[in-house]
């Protein structure tokens, strides 16, 4: 019998019990792929990041759902940058690079605050039934935002964002993600992140939530890293003076589920090349045993 330790951390907060809880595994290889999906599932957290060592990078991070591998996961990298920095894995170092599927990315690190690079943002027309779209997170059309595309988008992990017209909307949303797959016939595992413009807080640019695949086997994200990165893009590209080089945006997520989190979002345009970087940070809460057999 293996008896794995699982860490929750709970990223884009200072505060346990907000932001968005993951599972950080510091000894992932020791596990095989099969393994490491079943700590995940039975841990239970939406994502659940592994570290191992890499050939071209200073730590591989992999991250699982409770159903299937993602490539990136924006709060499972915050959680365990700060967990392998907690148990010393860092050597003291500020920048390092982390091997994911999505490529080899950079990492900063100022005091509790995490920095990590996305990769280059990637769009897709969504092809859909707005209606169906919008029946899908409990919402009518008209909720939608009708001056805004619907676009797949992705800076690492693909997921389809939603305008919508008003902050109110939000709390009434329930999602049938059974569905989501006939209606996402472009990219039927994508997760759904309906945004608006309107906040709870004058500080920040963009309020979302985030609605899991059908696959992963969760149903909400409360605080997302790669999503808050897509949306900057999307901000850059659809909502911005294509001529303004940098961007600074504050994202929140979260106040529906009772969690409050906040992702900042670093936009900087070089020619055709458009770098995202989001920072945010995370906090202890508490450790727990998996029995494998």
Not at 138 to 167: C, F, M, N, Q, R
Not at 176 to 184: H, K, S
Not at 206 to 229: K, L, P, Y
């Amino acid at each position: 019998m293996k008896v794995i330790t699982v860490y929750q951390y709970d990223a884009f907060s200072r505060e346990p019990g907000k932001g968005n809880p993951a599972g950080v595994v510091l000894d992932g290889a020791d596990l095989s792929d099969a393994e490491m999906q079943e700590v995940a599932y039975r841990a239970g957290f939406n994502e659940t990041a592994f570290v191992l060592e890499s050939d071209v990078a200073d730590l591989q991070f992999r991250y699982f759902t409770p159903g299937h591998e993602m490539n990136l996961c924006g709060h499972g990298t915050m959680a365990a940058v700060y967990a392998c920095q907690s148990h010393n894995f860092l050597g003291g170092k500020s920048e390092l690079t982390i091997e994911t599927k999505a490529g080899i990315l950079p990492i900063h690190i100022d005091g509790s605050a995490i920095t990590m690079k996305q990769a280059q943002p990637e769009f897709m027309e969504f092809a859909g039934s707005r209606e169906a779209l919008a029946n899908a997170i409990g919402l009518e059309e008209a909720e939608l935002h009708g001056d805004l595309p619907i676009l797949y988008g992705s800076t690492g992990t693909w997921t389809l964002l939603v305008p919508i017209k008003e902050l109110d909307s939000f709390d009434k949303m329930v999602p049938a993600t059974q569905d989501f797959p006939q209606i996402l016939k472009e990219l039927p595992t994508a997760s759904v992140h309906p945004f608006c413009l309107a906040t709870h807080d004058p500080a920040a640019e963009m309020h979302a939530r985030h609605f899991s695949s059908a696959a992963s086997g969760t149903i909400e994200d409360a605080v997302t890293g790669t999503a808050s990165a897509v949306m900057g893009a999307y901000y850059a590209s659809f909502l911005e003076n294509k001529d303004e080089q940098h961007l600074h945006l504050v994202v929140e997520q979260g106040q529906e589920m009772g969690k409050d989190g906040r992702v900042d979002v670093h936009v900087s345009r070089s020619g055709d090349t458009v770098d995202i970087h989001i920072t945010g940070n995370a906090v202890y809460v508490e450790e727990r045993k998996v029995e494998l057999l």
